[in-house]
C-alpha cells in the first residue's frame, strides 16, 4: 500500500508539472523513476517509450501506465495513470474560466516562452541520455537518420515510422545479427 | 443521453491517435463539430488552454471539452474514456514484452524501433525548438534570451543533474522578467 501511494504521488508531481505534453515528460519520469527512486534503470526507459509510441493515446498515459505496472503490476499502473491524470484533471476545472480569460494576457505570455525554452532542452536532454541504449550499431544509426529525414522531410507520420523501423531492425537484425547472437549463447 | 455520447467519442479518441496528444486535436475537433458540443472559437481556447496548462493535452482536452458540454460528471466520463484505452492496451502490450523479450522477432523488432523512437523525441524538440529560439527583430534572427536559458537548461539537466521542476520554475520567473 505504501509502494502504491508512492507511486501515485510521484506521477501525481509529474502530471503537475508538465507543460508542452508527454514528450517534455520524459526527463522529469527518469529523474523521478530512475535517478531517484530506482524503480526502472535508465536503460529499460527506451522500452517504455517504444511501448509509449507504439500504442495509441497520450505518451504520458501510455508511460505512466507501463512504469506503473513494471513497478507493481495492475495495481502500480492504476496508481502510477490515476497520478498522472489528476493534476491536470483538477486544474481544469478549476481554472478552466480563469485561463480563457487571462491566458493570453502579456504576463502568461511571457511565462510560457520561459518556460517553453526550457522544455526545448528538457526533450534534447531526453534525447541525450537514451541515445546510448538506442544507438548501439552502424544499423541502428542508419535506421535513426533516415527515419529523421522522413519523419522530418516527408512528414511520415510516427505510427508509420515504427512499423518501418520495426520491420527494417527485423531485418538487420535476421540477416547480421542473429547468428552472432546465437554464436554469443554457445 | 450525453455522457455515453462524451463516453463514446473520447474513447474512440484515445483509441484512434497515435503519437501523443498534438495528433489527437483533429480527431477531438471532428467528434466535436459532429455534435454539435463546442464553437469553433471556443475549440481554439481549448487548445492554448492545454498548452497553458501541466498536464497531457489529450487530459486537458477531454477535461474541458466534457465540463464545457455536462459539467462535472461531464469533465470525469471523458477524462476517463481518453485514458481507458491507453490503459487496457498498454497492460495487455506490457504483459507481452515482459514475455517475449528474448524472443528473436521481438528483438529485432526492439533493435528497429528504438532508433526511431530517438528521432521522434528530437522531432518534437525541433518543433518545440521553432516557435520559441527564433525571433525577426533578434540578432542573427535568432532570440537569444531563449536560446540562452535552453543552453543553460540543458548543462544544468545534463552536467549538474538539477531537477526538471526547479529548472521549470526558473525558467518561468526568467521568461516573466527578461521579457
Not at chain 1, 526545448?120 to 533516415?146: E, Q
Not at chain 2, 474513447?11 to 489527437?24: E, P
Amino acid at each position: 500500500m505504501k509502494l502504491l501511494w508512492e507511486i501515485f504521488i510521484t506521477f501525481f508531481k509529474i502530471g503537475a508539472f508538465t507543460f508542452g505534453g508527454g514528450y517534455a515528460m520524459i526527463p522529469l519520469m527518469q529523474h523521478e523513476v530512475c535517478t531517484l527512486k530506482k524503480w526502472v534503470r535508465e536503460e529499460d526507459m527506451v522500452d517504455v517509450l517504444v511501448v509509449a509510441q507504439s500504442t495509441p493515446g497520450a505518451i504520458a498515459i501510455n508511460s505512466s501506465t507501463f512504469i506503473g505496472y513494471k513497478i507493481a503490476g495492475i495495481k502500480g499502473a492504476f496508481a502510477a495513470t490515476l497520478g498522472v491524470i489528476l493534476p491536470a484533471f483538477l486544474i481544469i476545472l478549476s481554472l478552466a474560466g480563469l485561463l480563457m480569460k487571462y491566458g493570453d494576457s502579456a504576463i502568461m505570455l511571457k511565462v510560457f516562452y520561459g518556460i517553453r525554452a526550457v522544455v526545448v532542452a528538457l526533450i534534447v536532454a531526453a534525447v541525450f541520455k537514451m541515445f546510448k541504449s538506442c544507438i548501439t550499431d552502424y544499423g541502428t544509426l542508419l535506421i535513426a537518420v533516415i527515419s529523421f529525414f522522413l519523419l522530418f522531410y516527408f512528414r511520415l507520420t510516427p505510427v508509420v515510422a515504427i512499423i518501418i523501423g520495426g520491420i527494417a531492425g527485423l531485418i538487420i537484425y535476421k540477416v547480421f545479427l542473429f547468428s552472432q547472437d546465437t554464436k554469443g549463447d554457445n | 443521453m450525453v455522457y455515453l455520447q462524451l463516453f463514446f467519442s473520447f474513447f474512440k479518441i484515445g483509441l484512434f491517435s497515435f503519437g501523443g496528444g498534438y495528433a489527437m486535436i483533429p480527431l477531438v475537433q471532428k467528434e466535436i463539430e459532429a455534435h454539435n458540443w463546442l464553437t469553433a472559437q471556443e475549440f481554439v481556447d481549448i487548445i492554448a488552454v492545454a498548452e497553458a496548462t501541466p498536464g497531457p493535452i489529450a487530459v486537458n482536452t477531454a477535461t474541458f471539452v466534457g465540463f464545457k458540454t455536462a459539467g462535472l460528471m461531464g469533465g470525469a466520463v471523458s477524462t476517463i474514456s481518453v485514458a481507458l484505452p491507453s490503459f487496457i492496451i498498454v497492460l495487455f502490450i506490457a504483459k507481452a514484452v515482459k514475455k517475449f523479450s528474448e524472443h528473436p522477432v521481438m528483438k529485432g523488432l526492439l533493435y528497429g524501433i528504438r532508433p526511431v523512437v530517438i528521432s521522434l523525441i528530437l522531432l518534437a524538440a525541433v518543433f518545440v525548438a521553432k516557435t520559441v529560439l527564433f525571433a525577426q527583430n533578434g540578432f542573427l534572427g535568432l532570440d537569444w534570451i531563449s536560446i540562452s536559458i535552453a543552453v543553460f537548461a540543458l548543462v544544468g539537466i545534463i552536467k549538474f543533474k538539477m531537477h526538471p521542476i526547479l529548472l521549470i520554475i526558473l525558467a518561468a520567473l526568467a521568461g516573466g522578467i527578461l521579457y
